[in-house]
């Protein structure tokens, strides 16, 4: 089998559990505790240059896998490997794009995208040049001297991309980006993160709670059982590229919308009797 | 007065400054704010005309009631005598090196303070084990008045410019720290996990997000700074210097010169203001990426 050496990131046997801080309980299964497994033996492993969308129930544990593969958190248990290394902290091959867009609300647009390539030390022409270029590709040309509050959201996420883009990243980890924008918006961002994904190659794993953003984007939807997270079922996503939105409007489409909402139904059940979890985090 | 003066400060900061401030934020801030800011400026044009009648009675009454006898002129000399002995100070020199002493011992005070507190508040706001341990110390010299700790400056730094120095800066560290930390301990997460997620340094951390993010908060503190420390220095000197506008003001008093000790006065009242519309400009300037339009000068 040749499937290690295709493979970008393997996560193996991942488990995170947190300790609360002294005095926070929650209630799991009828008991108090001050310790929550959220993710719990989560095996998955990723192709090169393979799109990837993550659904599944609220709090089963998506952003917390996020992180852990950005390097950001690191795991109670398992480790992820990406190109066969394993990752102990933000690794410089990776991009991360949050929901809230997180752009430094003193950087102009390019500003924000420049910083990506300052703090790899990139000399100040070539990261002006590099951040141009990225602003034009995501027709934002023109907009460089904007503070992010004078963007409207789609743009801002826009910028928040190309800042993930910035460093040339071989993974793009995205934790519902589109989720704050309106349904226009949101539709036309993801034709051109198609666009832009076909023309770079990168991996990407993208969570969503829209079935039908995970369907219309994915090679492979990922479904998560309730907390504690594992991987439930992967689904094929077998619809030519490149897609556009009529796709949606076919009957494949909708096979496969009835597929994973089959799937994820029952997962989604089980979180919302866990509902007692949720107030103890401010998240 | 010093009711009537602060209202028509404040609607003479933006009059006066608006055009200042605007210029800087329009070209850093193409088209959409420039609406809002001309209606702002308009507004506190109309501000400014509706507060100069009264002022203008004020300063009318400080010139009649002397001359008509209605307060003594011994003690309340009227506007045009003071004025006078203002330009002959002013003229002869002695008024711009009181100001150049007074002024220097507060930005000494207040840059060290800056110098001191950024830095400190930075880390203490960070890490919570660096604020647990020093909160409590902060706290009492806080709480401590600059005033009563001037005797002890001379003391231990002596009667001449260490002991103003001490004092002003005293007076204006706990506002740069105070507000440096709560500016820290304010960044949006979010924020720091976006960069650490580029892989931004401890360091560039700091610099570049931490410190930026907490702008606005270390500049309303600046601004309490600024003046606190103004006000230290003219009480230190009143009480214990040879120079300086304080010095100035309460010898003028001691030599019954009264007409000397309000231009004292005025000129302090002067850069107040003036130094109030530099802090609101600087403040404007340096948030301009909020993009709100600032009208609170206090
Ligand atoms: N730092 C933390 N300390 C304690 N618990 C945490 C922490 N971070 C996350 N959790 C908990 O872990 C669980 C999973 O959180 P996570 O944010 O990964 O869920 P999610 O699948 O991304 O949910 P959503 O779809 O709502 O974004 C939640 O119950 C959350 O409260
Ligand atoms: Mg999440």
Redesign the interface.
């Known amino acids: 089998m040749d499937r290690p050496n295709m493979d970008r990131i393997v996560v193996s046997d991942i488990s995170k559990t947190f300790q609360l801080k002294p005095g926070q309980f929650v209630t799991v299964d009828g008991e108090a505790t001050d310790r929550v497994t959220v993710l719990d033996g989560v095996d998955l492993s990723i192709r090169k240059g393979e799109f990837i969308t993550l659904v599944g129930p609220s709090g089963s544990g998506k952003s917390v896998l996020l992180d852990i593969i950005?390097g950001?958190t690191q795991a109670t248990g398992g480790n992820v490997q990406l190109d066969g290394r394993r990752i102990t902290r933000?690794?410089?091959k990776?991009?991360?794009v949050?929901q809230?867009y997180?752009l430094?609300?003193?950087?102009t647009a390019l500003a924000n995208i420049e910083?990506?390539l300052?703090?790899?030390g990139v000399a100040k022409a070539e990261r002006t040049a590099t951040a141009r270029h990225l602003l034009a590709l995501f027709g934002l040309a023109g907009f460089e001297?904007?503070?992010?509050?004078?963007l409207s959201g789609g743009m801002q996420q826009r910028v928040a991309i190309a800042?993930a883009l910035a460093?040339n990243p071989e993974v793009l980890?995205m934790d519902e980006p589109f989720a704050a924008l309106d349904q226009q918006t949101r539709e036309l961002l993801q034709g051109e993160l198609l666009r832009i994904w076909g023309k770079i190659n990168t991996t990407v794993i993208f969570v969503t709670h829209s079935i039908d953003e995970a369907i219309f984007l994915a090679d492979r939807v990922v479904v998560m059982t309730a907390r504690p997270g594992a991987v439930k079922e992967i689904i094929d996503i077998d619809l030519p590229r490149p897609r556009d939105g009529d796709i949606r409007a076919s009957a494949e489409f909708n096979a496969y919308r009835a597929r994973v909402w089959d799937v994820l139904r029952d997962e989604v059940n089980k979180a919302q009797k866990d509902w007692t979890l949720s107030p103890a985090f401010s998240h | 007065m010093a009711y009537l003066t602060e209202k028509f400060g404040s609607a003479g900061a933006l009059h006066l400054f608006a055009g200042a401030g605007e210029t800087v934020a329009v070209a850093r801030v193409p088209a959409i704010k420039a609406s809002a800011k001309n209606r702002s400026k308009k507004a506190s044009h109309g501000t400014f005309l509706y507060g100069l009648p009264l002022l203008g009675l004020f300063f009318l009454l400080w010139e009649i009631a002397p001359q008509l006898g209605w307060l003594n002129r011994i003690f309340f000399p009227p506007l045009s005598e003071v004025l006078v002995a203002w330009w002959a100070l002013l003229a002869s020199g002695v008024l711009i090196e009181h100001i150049g002493i007074s002024l220097q011992r507060a930005a000494i005070g207040f840059a060290l303070g800056v110098v001191v507190a950024i830095p400190l508040g930075l880390l203490m706001g960070r890490y919570w084990l660096f604020e647990k341990v020093s909160d409590l110390l902060v706290q009492t010299l806080r709480n401590t008045s600059q005033f009563a700790l001037l005797p002890v400056f001379i003391l231990l730094l002596g009667i001449g410019e260490e002991s103003k120095v001490a004092i002003t800066f005293y007076s204006s560290v706990f506002f740069l720290l105070v507000n440096t930390i709560s500016g820290v301990k304010s960044v949006d997460p979010l924020l720091i996990k976006a960069a650490r997620s580029m892989g931004t340094s401890d360091f560039d951390l700091f610099r570049k997000v931490i410190l930026p993010a907490s702008i606005p908060s270390i500049v309303a503190g600046a601004r309490l700074a600024v003046k606190s420390s103004l006000f230290a220095v003219i009480g230190a000197e009143m009480l214990a210097a040879k120079s300086g506008l304080g010095f100035l003001i309460q010898n003028s008093q001691l030599m019954m010169e009264t007409a000397d000790m309000y231009a004292g006065i005025l000129t302090l009242t002067v850069i107040g203001l003036t130094v109030n519309y530099l802090l609101v400009w600087f403040k404007r300037w340096a948030t301009a990426w909020k993009g709100q339009s600032e009208t609170s000068l206090i």
């Not at chain 1, 430094?104 to 950087?107: E, G, H, L, Q, Y």
């Not at chain 1, 001297?145 to 004078?150: A, E, I, K, M, S």
């Open positions: 950005g950001l933000p690794d410089p990776t991009g991360y949050f809230q997180a430094f609300p003193w950087r910083y990506a300052e703090v790899r001297d904007r503070f992010p509050n004078q800042r460093s980890l």
